[in-house]
């Protein structure tokens, strides 16, 4: 059979390569900044584009997009061209989607310091942004659709699988957790409201660290760990079983996000089950990587390569375990709004993807240059850093998220809960946070090992932008018989329908119900849309990040209600575009903030914005001085209304055009209330606004004493 004659693109790898580094690098050093800040708040350094609330999404995003997301492309591209004896689709699309990927990065980073975000956790950028993020998603699917069509490889090894559902499925949960109103450029409204909000969020938060952070590099694992080895996948049918369970069972899971909150209980109760479900799956991947060493764990205290892969797989293991663990409602009672949360998903992700991405970049640059690897104690250097950094930042985190829970649950003999202030937790729980630092130090001191590595290793070889490659052309014969699977391997645009049927069902199952039968959300007549000073507010808190640090949602747990107050009923949220629940309590609930034992004074909040640790003693929170310099922005305030009853927020008509002046008459009221205590303010500064939306919040029901 006569052989054709191609080559292989290395020039994109290279390049998808360098960029993962470089925003590894910006990603760490945002994340060990945000980590200093919550032990040393003068690291907030009083500027408004460096608080906490702004330098975490920027780091998430960081991680998630840049590190990984470029890690990921380097990855496929690379296998994939080897797996299908093909050169990529088109050499065009390959740069459109490097410099499309990393103009997205930069425009990230620029507006979430900025201040211009969504406050969707792991989907905080603008409209615009997620309109480029799609564009580029699709030209990447369309280059990988495209190569596998015209593969020299009749059959689809396993990581293509995972490749191929990582595509179809990331481009669902981004365009339907996407859909908003804008307002302006920079500022738009969520489509959905309240707990239809937090459903869809939550639906696509879980699944972008399912179909982001685990399927396509479970994809690696599998090309690169049988490559690093030399050693066959343990078993094809394991492969098989591993692939659909996890891709039909995974989108069901996302409501254990949202236990114990305002969710109806059946979607609860539906995202555990099938959370438990996850770990018969997740755990049949890890074993299919780890018993594919079978033979070879000699070479494994020998090889870094080896190390990396074998630690990052045993992380991946203990976080697939303990996810479905934490979605127990006992457990996440325990749990949820924790620092253990925190430890739990950097075991993830600095564990399973920063660990698989090392080894397979020390095994990838010495192939992309044609040389040895510089050094491997240098290597092993980088590994026992890395690994004591990922002990020294998850442990402190674990016995800091247990100490949370011990002391928000702890009552006397009497019934009266022993830790009142929610502060004494926090003041407990600073030292662990330097302690998390110092591992975060120690991780990223050995990312500067590598580089340094990987440098040399780089300039002691010859890159080989186009490696020559020989094979026959796919024969168009019809061939039959042969397992099943093996069938729809050498069908690419029907295997990709099933997957995107695999993994549509369980989203329209608990979605849909939830969106179209009333009684899944009763609405509460006291409940009213925000006035335009409090809605000014709100949209304030959301560009400082406040919900990075403070939830919105009294759960009906004990220790909750009696610190907080009634717990939160679902048509209390119907007027939120987008829903701020929060994931983290870093500091307390402000559910009910405006009313009850809770409610504070204008003139406490005034000043608690200005020097927190002046009125709180011991508080991390930072200061927020330009909060009252800055005017409130009235001339968006049309524009917001109109945008907000565009989806459903009952605004009269018209209002837009008077709005204005409601505004003006709250913002007097409370100027005058800080009068009265000595302080001087017009009623045009922002923290005017903000202070208007803390004391609306909870005050929308009346509760029995």
């Keep these: 059979m006569e052989l054709e004659k191609f080559s292989y693109d290395n020039k994109i790898v290279k390049y998808f390569t360098i960029a993962a580094i470089c925003f590894g690098v910006i990603a760490m050093l945002a994340g060990l900044t945000a980590a200093i800040q919550l032990f040393y708040p003068a690291f907030n350094f009083d500027l408004q584009y460096t608080t906490f609330g702004r330098v975490r999404p920027l780091h998430t995003n960081a991680v998630i997009f840049g590190f990984i997301g470029n890690s990921m492309f380097a990855g496929i591209y690379y296998s994939l061209q080897r797996l299908l004896k093909a050169r990529m689709f088109n050499d065009t699309l390959s740069w459109i989607n490097f410099w499309g990927w990393q103009a997205i990065l930069l425009s990230a980073a620029v507006t979430l310091l900025l201040g211009f975000t969504s406050s969707k956790e792991y989907a905080e950028l603008e409209w615009p942004i997620d309109i480029a993020i799609a564009l580029i998603w699709v030209v990447f699917g369309i280059n990988m659709i495209g190569t596998i069509i015209k593969r020299r490889e009749r059959h689809m090894y396993v990581a293509i699988w995972f490749y191929i559902a990582t595509f179809v499925t990331v481009a669902v949960l981004h365009i339907v957790n996407s859909f908003a109103i804008p307002v302006s450029f920079f500022k738009s409204y969520s489509w959905y409201a309240g707990v239809q909000d937090a459903l869809v969020q939550w639906w696509y938060g879980h699944n972008a660290v399912a179909f982001f952070l685990t399927t396509p ?105 303990e996810g479905p663990m934490l979605s127990l409602k006992s457990v996440n009672a325990v749990g949820h709004f924790t620092d253990w949360i925190v430890a739990h998903v950097h075991v993830g992700a600095l564990g399973w993807n920063g660990f698989l991405i090392f080894g397979m970049f020390y095994w990838l640059v010495p192939r992309l240059w044609a040389t040895k690897l510089h050094s491997i104690k240098l290597a092993n250097l980088h590994f026992w850093l890395g690994t004591l950094g990922i002990i020294f930042y998850a442990l402190p985190m674990y016995v800091a998220g247990v100490v949370q829970s011990l002391m928000w649950q702890q009552f006397d003999a009497d019934g009266f809960l022993v830790y009142k202030n929610f502060l004494e937790t926090v003041i407990q729980i600073v030292p662990l946070y330097a302690l998390r630092a110092i591992g975060g130090t120690l991780y990223l001191s050995g990312v500067f090992v590598m580089i340094f590595n990987l440098i040399k290793t780089a300039n002691s070889g010859i890159f080989v932008p186009e490696e020559a490659a020989e094979a026959p052309a796919l024969e168009k014969k019809i061939i039959t018989g042969g397992h099943w699977h093996s069938v729809w391997e050498r069908k690419p645009v029907f295997f990709t329908v099933l997957t995107l049927v695999a993994i549509l069902i369980g989203g329209i199952i608990e979605m849909v119900p939830t969106f179209l039968i009333k009684s899944n959300i009763p609405t509460i007549s006291s409940v009213k849309p925000y006035t335009p000073l409090e809605l000014q507010g709100r949209d304030i808190y959301i560009r400082e990040g406040c919900n990075n640090c403070h939830s919105q949602m009294v759960r009906p747990l004990r220790f909750d209600t009696e610190r907080y107050g009634e717990y939160s009923k679902a048509g209390e949220f119907v007027y939120d575009h987008p829903f701020l629940w929060g994931s983290k309590r870093t500091g307390p609930d402000l559910a009910r903030e405006g009313v009850g034992k809770l409610k504070k004074s204008d003139t406490w909040h005034y000043n608690h ?16 001085p ?8 009235t001339e968006s305030t049309a524009a917001k209304i109109s945008a907000l009853r565009t989806v459903g927020v009952p605004y009269p008509e018209d209002y837009e055009n008077t709005a204005n002046e409601d505004l003006a008459l709250q913002a007097k009221t409370i100027a005058a209330s800080l009068k009265a205590d000595g302080i001087d303010a017009t009623g045009e500064e922002e923290i005017i606004a903000l202070i208007a939306y803390l004391q609306r919040l909870g005050t929308d029901i009346t509760v029995k004493p």
């Excluded at 914005?609 to 927020?624: E, K, Q, R, T, W």
Aim: proline share 6%.
């Design 609 to 624: 914005l200005l020097a927190p640790d002046a009125v709180s003693a011991g508080s991390i929170m930072p200061a927020y």
């Design 217 to 321: 590099f479970l994809g690696l694992m599998y090309y690169y760990l049988p490559k690093a080895a030399k050693r066959p996948v343990y078993s094809y049918k394991l492969s098989i079983i591993h692939f659909w369970s996890l891709i039909f069972i995974y989108i069901w899971a996302g409501p254990h996000h949202l236990l114990y909150t305002s969710l109806p209980d059946w979607a609860q109760s539906l995202g555990v089950a099938f959370s438990i479900m996850l770990i018969a799956p997740s755990w049949g991947g890890m074993l299919n990587g780890l018993l594919t060493l079978r033979g070879a764990w000699d070479r494994v205290r020998e090889d870094p390569i080896l190390k990396f892969m074998v630690v990052a797989i045993t992380c991946y293991g203990m976080a697939t375990f």
């Design 626 to 633: 330009w909060l009252f310099e800055q005017a409130i922005d």
